[in-house]
């Protein structure tokens, strides 16, 4: 996964100019004709997408963007058929590879454990974390050192997810989730299900972080951008955008715009640029 994110970090440069020509205004103008351009998928990457599409229609006030958070899953299958663009945060399977859509990463998350913020721990390794998921550790007396007990309550998203499906592959559990864990279909509910349970964990997006929950260290390392690029934090993911093969002048031009230097000054401000 280091490699694929550095491999991704490198390739902005070639995306750039692959999209030359990509709008770069920094000022407002009219574009030829109103257009809505529908877009759906991560909920991870829906913050993103909310702060891009507003600066763009700020510079194109005739253009509209409809964003729908409704998971990876959804964006991938959905691209070019309910939505001009779709949202994934994980790497699309070979199988959904091959329905011929064009993938475009503008951006690199990590994704940040959480608990509440009266736990008194601070740091979990990556095998910590994935004897926590799978039900191997069971009670914050067997990590915290003494400093908390409790029966740990696991909380994930559901399946199908984007941020899930990185998470369970980075950390090495995939399809061995704790039976009963809660399953939460947002990145919203696992921040509000953490921040009312002291006994809780969770996952999210490190753009989504708030001071409603505390974040933990992983192998001694905190869920910080920097942290991501150096590859010191191991738990990170790409933020991929989707069109078919009939995408609209418009949308096509969006997708530039990411990748220009006002699109990916937006994504350094919680998350790590592709250029």
Do not use: C
Not at 45 to 70: C, D, F, K, Q, W
Not at 181 to 201: F, H, K, R, Y
């Amino acid at each position: 996964m280091k490699i694929k994110l550095l491999a991704v970090l490198m390739a902005g440069f070639v995306l750039t100019s692959v999209f030359a020509g990509g709008s770069q205004d920094a000022s407002p103008r009219q574009s030829a004709a109103p257009y809505t351009i529908e877009v759906g998928g991560s909920t991870s990457v829906t913050p993103l997408m909310e702060l891009l599409s507003a600066e763009y229609s700020r510079l194109h006030p005739n253009i509209r963007v409809n964003i729908n958070g409704t998971g990876s899953g959804d964006g991938i299958r959905n691209a070019g058929v309910l939505y001009q663009i779709g949202m994934s945060s994980r790497d699309l399977t070979p199988a959904e590879q091959g329905q011929g859509l064009r993938e475009v990463t503008i951006a690199i998350d990590g994704i940040a454990v959480i608990v509440n913020t009266s736990n008194p721990v601070s740091n979990l390794t990556i095998d910590q974390i994935r004897d926590i998921y799978t039900g191997a550790i069971t009670d914050w007396s067997q990590v915290s050192g003494g400093t908390k007990s409790g029966r740990i309550a696991v909380v994930s998203r559901e399946a199908g997810s984007g941020t899930r499906g990185a998470f369970e592959e980075i950390v090495g559990f995939q399809d061995r989730l704790l039976a009963g864990a809660n399953e939460s279909t947002s990145t919203g509910a696992i921040i509000a299900g953490v921040a009312q349970n002291e006994d809780s964990i969770g996952y999210i997006s490190i753009g989504s972080v708030n001071d409603t929950i505390k974040t933990l260290s992983v192998g001694g390392s905190a869920p910080l951008s920097s942290n991501v690029v150096d590859g010191s934090y191991r738990i990170a993911r790409p933020f991929i955008v989707l069109t078919g093969s009939n995408v609209h002048a418009e949308s096509t031009a969006f997708v530039e715009w990411m990748l220009s230097p006002a699109g990916q000054a937006i994504v350094q401000s919680s998350w790590i640029s592709v250029r």
